[in-house]
């Protein structure tokens, strides 16, 4: 709906989140935005797709964690709609997990950074969660966009989908398409500005500081955060946050290539996230202030409401036309 940055959190984080619980932590659109795509996306599935994916999820060495932050007695309709919105959650969650290998924001240049070897993989790719698209507001030399990313792994993951691969890969892809299709719907996940101090770029907003929250707050945890913040056993703040979404555009929902959706992404970042208060990066950085009920918090919520439930119903189209 992260990179850690990109997510929000460096090593430090992680580990400290690895002592206090092995629950879900905080991603991309936080785990709130994450379920809220993945809640609204299953109600739009055909039965036999809904049938379909939790018989993958049930797979997933999460699942009976899933199940139980789920009420006793809850309607096995809406309890199968829930476990496919906490499953969104899963690539963040191995964060916490310390047996699961941090590789960092940069692909390593080793088979390992495009391998699909299913829940045996114990690698994090944290590069896999996000697509720097950069751009410059002072002619500064653009880098080259580092891959695989979020866009290269969405195309991979449902070619195997698609395929006759086993049902125990596909359960892996699935918890991974699921999470990347939010997060390339989230307009920081798409880009990021470079400038003669920050030649590199910002990493999607986590190198402009923000007023009001933690010390490291920054732009990109501003646009996590949006729809709210929790854990997955959070799941009823999604339900809440899906009751707010406005019905997407039908022709913009048929657009299934993810480049399209990224490229929405990108041009939504510069035109509202990267916009007064939001000023030039400086050296040493002095924090923005985005005030709460401003026209750009306005905007920017209105923004991530609609990016959320367009990436839903393209989740669902993806998967009704090609899970097989």
Known sequence: MTKWVRFDLRSFAVILLSLLLLLPNAGAWNSIGHMTVAYVAYDQLTPQKQARVIELLALNPNFNVWKSYIK???DPALQNRLLFA???TWPDEIRAIPSYKLDGDRPPNTPEATANIGYTDMTQHDYWHFVDMPFSTDGTKLPVIPTPNAMTQ???LRAALASDEPDALKSY????LIHLTGDVHQPTHCTERVTKDAPRGDAGGNGVALTGKAPNYNLHSYWDELLGVGYTKDY???VQASATL???DASA???????DWVNESFQMAQKDAYVLPIGPLTKPSTPYTIAPGSAYATQALSDVQKRVALAGARLAGVLNAELK
Do not use: C, H, S
């Open 253 to 259: 929902v048929a657009d299934l290539n993810e480049q």
């Open 154 to 156: 969405i195309k991979a």
């Open 236 to 238: 009823a703040m999604a």
């Open 72 to 74: 006793a007695g809850t």
């Open 173 to 176: 892809d699935l918890v991974w």
């Open 246 to 248: 406005p019905t997407p």
């Open 86 to 88: 906490m499953a969104a």
